[in-house]
C-alpha cells in the first residue's frame, strides 16, 4: 500500500456549497492556483452541470492547472458525466467524480429506488466516465449511513467497471471514529478486489467529528482524503485540510503515511485567500490557522517557549506560512513586475484594460502604504474580479463627514450604464450613510445579510478587507472591496457585490438534484 497520503481539496465545490460562499470563475482559479502551489493532489473544481457558470469555472480550472488533477463532479446520470467531461477535456490530468445514494433512507426517500437499481446505475456511471478518462473516482452517498453488505457489493461491482478512487462520504457527519475506522477497515478486508482502488474518505462536521473520522480512517487503510481549506463545505463544513496535513506531518509516529508532497507554508497564504473570496472568516481559536493558533497569551507560556520552543509548541508556525508575509512590490515597482507577481498568484487579466486599471489601483496603494504583500495584492484584485461586461456600477467617488455630536452623512458618486449619477443619505455611521446613498441610486432590492472588516496585514497602514453579502431572490453574492480608508472598502464592497447580483443565473444542488 501507498506510503503518501493524496490530498483532494474539495472548496471549490462542497465549500462552494456553503451558503453565501459562492465564488466567480476567477475567483475559483485563484484559490486553485494557490492549491496547486501547495502541491494538492486533486482538486475538485466545481460541479458542472449545476449551471453554465458552473461548468465555466470547472473549464477555466482543468485549463489552468498543470500540476495538480482537476475534477469534476457528476450524479451516476449520462448527462451529468457527459458535462464534466467535457469541463475537463483540456486539463493536464482529469478525474471524474461520480456517486450515487446507497444508503436505505436515502435510496427510498430521495431517489425512490430499489438497491438493484442503483447498483446498475452506479456501474452504468462508472463505465460512461471511464470513456472520457482512465481517473474515475466513485462515492456511494451517504455511506456512514448505508448497510455494510449493500457497499460490499456496489463497491465491488464499481471496481470491475473501472473506478480506480472508492471514496466513502460520511455526508451527514453521522459516526464517530472509531465506528468509521471500523468501516473502511472492513470494507477492505471484505471486498475481494479492494486492492485495485485507493480508499478515500470524504467526512462531514455535523458533530465536530470529520477530523477525527478521516484521520480513524487513515489509520484503517484510507489513502486519500478530501477535505476543504477552513474546513468550508456544506452546512457545519467538511474536514478541514490544514487540519488533516497538519496532524499526519506531525505525527509521523502515529500515521502509516505521509504529506511530505505538499509545502505546507502555503497553508495560511491559502487560508486568507479563501476566507477572503468567500467571506467566511477564519475563528482566532481555528487550529492551524486562527490568528491564536500560535499566540502564547500566558507569562508561563511565554517564558516556556522563550527557553525552549517544543515546551509548547508542537509544529512551527513558519511551517505552515505564518509571518510569510513577504514584501513583494513596493512605489517603484513598475507594471511588469506587478503583472509578473499577479500571474504567479493565478490572476489573469482579460484585457490591456483590466491590466491598467487595477495597475492604477496598485500605484494608488503604493502611495499609502510603503510595503505590499501577497496579501495586498490578492485584495486588490479580488474586488476587481469582474468581467468588463458584468460591471453595471462603478464607484466613482465618496465623501463621509463623520464627527463626535453630529449624524454621519455621505455623499456617493456611481457610474450607472454609463452615465454618472449622485445621491447623498445620512446614515447611524458612516458606512451605514454610504450604503444608503448608494441603495437611493442602485435601488437594488436586495438585502445586506453580511458585513465584515478584517484587516489584511498588520498595523494602521493595513488595507481593511470587507465583504459584503447580498441576498435577493434566494441568490446569494459576496462582494469585496479593501483599502488602507474602511468606508471606502465598504462602499467599493457594496457596489461589487451590487455588480454580481445581477448576472442573472440558476444553479442545481448536486445532492438534491434528480437523479
Ligand atoms: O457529502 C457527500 O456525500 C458529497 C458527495 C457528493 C461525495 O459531497
Ligand atoms: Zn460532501
Not at 471500523?182 to 470494507?187: A, D, F, M, P, R
Not at 436586495?446 to 431572490?473: C, F, H, M, P, W
Request: a negative charge; one cysteine or more.
Amino acid at each position: 500500500m501507498s506510503d503518501r497520503l493524496v490530498i483532494f481539496d474539495t472548496t471549490l465545490r462542497d465549500g462552494e456549497q456553503s451558503p453565501g460562499a459562492s465564488m466567480t470563475r476567477d475567483e475559483k482559479v485563484r484559490i486553485a492556483k494557490a492549491l496547486e502551489r501547495m502541491h494538492v493532489d486533486i482538486i475538485e473544481a466545481g460541479f458542472p452541470i449545476a449551471s453554465p457558470g458552473d461548468f465555466d469555472a470547472v473549464q477555466a480550472v482543468a485549463r489552468s492547472i498543470k500540476d495538480s488533477t482537476v475534477c469534476g463532479l457528476a450524479r451516476a446520470l449520462d448527462k451529468d458525466i457527459d458535462r464534466a467531461g467535457e469541463a475537463l477535456k483540456d486539463a493536464n490530468s482529469g478525474r471524474i467524480h461520480t456517486f450515487i445514494a446507497t444508503s436505505p433512507i436515502h435510496m427510498q426517500m430521495k431517489l425512490r429506488m430499489e438497491p438493484d437499481q442503483v447498483l446498475e446505475q452506479a456501474v452504468r456511471a462508472v463505465k460512461r466516465a471511464r470513456q472520457y478518462t482512465d481517473n474515475v473516482e466513485f462515492s456511494p452517498e451517504d455511506a456512514g449511513r448505508s448497510e455494510a453488505d449493500f457497499l460490499c457489493r456496489i463497491l465491488e461491482a464499481v471496481i470491475d467497471a473501472g473506478a480506480g478512487t472508492l471514496n466513502i462520504p460520511d455526508t451527514v457527519g453521522y459516526n464517530v471514529p472509531e465506528q468509521f475506522g471500523g468501516l473502511i477497515h472492513s470494507l477492505r478486508e471484505r471486498i475481494p478486489n479492494a486492492d485495485k482502488a485507493v480508499f478515500s474518505v470524504h467526512c462531514h462536521n455535523d458533530l465536530g467529528l470529520a477530523v477525527a473520522n478521516s484521520l480513524s480512517a487513515v489509520v484503517n487503510g484510507a489513502r486519500q482524503v478530501e477535505c476543504t481549506i477552513n474546513g468550508l463545505g456544506e452546512r457545519a463544513g467538511n474536514a478541514s485540510l490544514e487540519e488533516i496535513v497538519m496532524a499526519v506531518k506531525t505525527r509521523k509516529d502515529i500515521f502509516p503515511c505521509n504529506v511530505d508532497h505538499l509545502d505546507t507554508t502555503e497553508i495560511v497564504p491559502t487560508s486568507r485567500l479563501v476566507a477572503g473570496i468567500t467571506g467566511f472568516a477564519v475563528q482566532p481559536n481555528k487550529a492551524i490557522v486562527g490568528a491564536n493558533a500560535f499566540a502564547h497569551e500566558s507569562g508561563i507560556h511565554q517564558d516556556g517557549v522563550l527557553k525552549s520552543r517544543e515546551t509548547y509548541e508542537i509544529m512551527r508556525a513558519e511551517d505552515v506560512g505564518w509571518s510569510a508575509n513577504r514584501m513583494v512590490l513596493g512605489k517603484h515597482s513598475g507594471r511588469n513586475a506587478f503583472r509578473t507577481r499577479l500571474v504567479e498568484l493565478g490572476v489573469e487579466f482579460a484585457s490591456e484594460e483590466e491590466l491598467n486599471d487595477a495597475f492604477a489601483r496598485f500605484k494608488e496603494l503604493a502611495d499609502k502604504k510603503h510595503e505590499i504583500y501577497d496579501e495586498d495584492l490578492q485584495a486588490l484584485v479580488t474586488e476587481s474580479n469582474l468581467d468588463a461586461e458584468n460591471e453595471n456600477f462603478r464607484l466613482l467617488a465618496l465623501r463621509v463627514c463623520s464627527e463626535t455630536g453630529e449624524t454621519p452623512h455621505a455623499t456617493v458618486t456611481l457610474r450607472m450604464d454609463g452615465e454618472e449619477q449622485a445621491a447623498d443619505s445620512a446614515g447611524s455611521g458612516p458606512v451605514d450613510a454610504a450604503f444608503r446613498a448608494i441603495e437611493q441610486l442602485a435601488d437594488s432590492g436586495t438585502e445586506l445579510l453580511l458585513y465584515s472588516v478584517n484587516n489584511i496585514t498588520s498595523g494602521t497602514d493595513a488595507q481593511g478587507e470587507v465583504t459584503v453579502r447580498l441576498e435577493k431572490g434566494g441568490r446569494i453574492v459576496n462582494g469585496q472591496g479593501a483599502d488602507t480608508d474602511i468606508v471606502i472598502a465598504s462602499a467599493r464592497a457594496y457596489v461589487n457585490a451590487l455588480n454580481k447580483i445581477i448576472v442573472p443565473e440558476s444553479r442545481e444542488h448536486p445532492q438534491t438534484g434528480d437523479v
